[in-house]
């Protein structure tokens, strides 16, 4: 079969100029239906493996590393711009202040995320070698790209390429021992693989056949993992979930307030077959600044009554030391008819969104924060966990704080996550659905279930497997009530962190160092610029 694809593989890597830059676009925007909602997993290798053809005729260009950096960015735009064009719904909430903004958006983000793919596929042009060497540079290259773009500046580690085995939960199991960034890499190397399908090579179906039975083993070794599980849930804690599917246009909205209060307590005490101990309410539920409103907090005080506990995201107003006045993006934790026994605040703040970098110079060209007022939210000092009568310890994670792997966890390992959000910033999109597939795989990276409260949806609990034993459905107003998962012992990943991600790239150095290179022939045929 390997023999029918040669043709192709040798019209890809001939590619030049425009066209190659073109091709890489297109191949970014088919390697994106590789992401949640579709899961079309797929589609993401074929995109990885097109790249390495191009990338092989870019190590053949005269200038190969701008070749190659201008080929890895325009993959890569075109996979950010079909993967996050969701956040252009937030910048439609109010059209008439941002809506002028949504161009930029929408293409300089990408843009942007794009840098550190470019930067990686120069780098693994810079040591390219014949044959399958080849494979395990790309895959190392880019998969410390994705750690960069996870770490460095802010970090926005979305849709990392390990995300792309939604439809497969058994392989997502291996983040509990590489995490999110060691699947990226193992995934990265599978789709590079299907490249030498298009080579010479007599064995051009070995390395793909190696990398696919690794990941058969992977999937197989999850699957007794989960198989594993005997269900085992937390005693007496009942947990009731709300959705209260407010617009973001009406969220604050002068006439709508009264209205948004009202639904929150309604849901809360609404009478189903079980009565809860524990309500979570989404991020920022309250529709006013919470610790300021008397008359709100008496009927916090009834809901936290009887043994009840309420954890609810709230928008929190505090005066420093200048006498100014900080906003924070908080959770609030109320227990014993109304006593607050904890308050967290938000560590990891989304840029443009919750505050704006270089704030007085933006600002001078009339360029504001989306949400929050003038200035944003200040930052809180980090994760934390907290201890409640009668529950697990647990630790609050504020809307896309849950994205960051080995970041979620503080000074105490917590029982339980409660991940609060409000996603109706994104409207009908794929968005809410890619965070949600996020959070389970933080779920597994660490052992610990998420219980995942969001305005519009999607509301779910999730166990330390990362399987949803329960959710709302996007844009339906209602309550979510169910048992709290146990959490699982300490996973490796959450005792050595990314320490495994550096070994496999230590790994993958080596062993491209070690591996003989072919015949240039075979591998790379000459190319006609």
């Known amino acids: 079969m390997t023999h029918l694809l040669v043709p192709l593989a040798d019209w890809i890597r001939a590619l030049a100029g425009w066209r190659r830059l073109l091709f890489a676009f297109v191949m970014g925007l088919v390697s994106a239906l590789g992401f949640a909602p579709l899961d079309i997993f797929p589609a993401l290798l074929v995109g990885y493996a097109a790249l390495v053809l191009l990338l092989d005729g870019a190590a053949l260009a005269k200038r190969p590393l701008l070749t190659a950096a201008l080929t890895g960015w325009c993959f890569a735009f075109g996979q950010f711009f079909a993967g996050l064009y969701w956040?252009?719904?937030?910048?439609?909430?109010?059209?008439?202040?941002?809506?002028?903004?949504?161009?930029?958006?929408?293409?300089?983000?990408?843009?942007?995320?794009?840098?550190?793919?470019?930067?990686?596929?120069a780098l693994a042009v810079k040591f390219w070698r014949s044959g399958p060497a080849r494979l395990l540079i790309f895959a190392a290259c880019y998969a410390a790209g994705e750690w960069a773009r996870g770490h460095v500046v802010t970090g926005f580690p979305w849709n990392l390429p390990a995300y792309g085995w939604g439809a497969l939960p058994g392989v997502l199991q291996s983040a509990s021992v590489i995490g999110a960034y060691g699947l990226t890499l193992l995934t990265v190397l599978l789709g590079a693989s299907l490249a030498d399908l298009g080579s010479?090579?007599?064995?051009?179906?070995?390395?793909?056949?190696?990398?696919?039975?690794?990941?058969?083993?992977?999937?197989?070794?999850?699957?007794?993992?989960?198989?594993?599980?005997?269900?085992?849930?937390?005693?007496?804690?009942?947990?009731?979930?709300?959705?209260?599917?407010?617009?973001?246009?009406?969220?604050?909205?002068?006439?709508y307030i009264q209205r948004n209060w009202s639904r929150l307590i309604t849901l809360s005490i609404q009478k189903t077959d079980r009565t809860p101990n524990v309500i979570i309410w989404p991020e920022a539920a309250p529709p006013f600044l919470l610790a300021h409103q008397s008359a709100a907090l008496d009927d916090v005080s009834i809901l936290s009554s009887a043994g009840r506990t309420l954890i609810t995201g709230a928008e929190r107003g505090e005066i420093d030391a200048d006498r100014k006045v900080r906003f924070h993006n908080s959770v609030y934790i109320f227990a014993q008819a109304g006593k607050l026994i904890g308050t967290?605040?938000?560590?990891?703040?989304?840029?443009?969104?919750?505050?704006?970098?270089?704030?007085?110079?933006?600002?001078?060209?009339?360029i504001m924060q989306v949400v929050g007022g003038r200035g944003g939210f200040a930052s809180g000092d980090g994760p934390h966990t907290f201890d409640v009568l009668g529950l697990p310890p647990l630790s609050p994670l504020i809307c896309y704080e849950v994205i960051f792997p080995a970041a979620v966890v503080g000074e105490k390992r917590p029982q339980w996550f409660v991940n609060v959000t409000d996603d109706s910033w994104f409207g009908p999109s794929s968005g809410p659905y890619q965070h949600l597939l996020i959070a389970r795989v933080r779920a597994i990276e660490e052992g610990i279930p998420i219980v995942r409260s969001a305005n519009t949806g999607v509301s779910a609990i999730i166990d330390p497997y990362g399987r949803v034993t329960a959710s709302l459905e996007l844009n339906r107003m209602g309550v979510l009530d169910g048992d709290l998962p146990a959490a699982l012992a300490p996973?490796?990943?959450?005792?050595?962190?990314?320490?495994?991600?550096?070994?496999?790239?230590?790994?993958?150095?080596?062993?491209?160092?070690?591996?003989?290179?072919?015949?240039?022939?075979?591998?790379?045929?000459?190319?006609?610029?």
């Open 344 to 366: 967290y605040d938000k560590f990891h703040l989304v840029p443009f969104g919750e505050y704006l970098p270089a704030q007085d110079f933006l600002e001078s060209l009339g």
């Open 87 to 121: 956040i252009g719904y937030a910048f439609m909430v109010d059209a008439a202040a941002y809506a002028w903004m949504l161009p930029f958006a929408l293409t300089l983000l990408p843009a942007f995320l794009a840098l550190y793919i470019a930067a990686a596929c």
């Open 200 to 255: 010479r090579e007599r064995r051009a179906w070995l390395a793909p056949a190696i990398c696919a039975l690794a990941f058969v083993a992977i999937w197989a070794g999850g699957a007794l993992r989960m198989a594993s599980d005997t269900g085992q849930t937390v005693a007496g804690v009942r947990l009731r979930i709300v959705q209260p599917n407010v617009p973001q246009a009406e969220k604050f909205a002068r006439p």
């Open 491 to 529: 996973t490796l990943f959450s005792r050595f962190g990314d320490l495994g991600f550096l070994f496999m790239l230590l790994i993958c150095a080596g062993a491209a160092y070690w591996l003989p290179s072919v015949s240039r022939n075979a591998a790379i045929p000459p190319l006609r610029h």
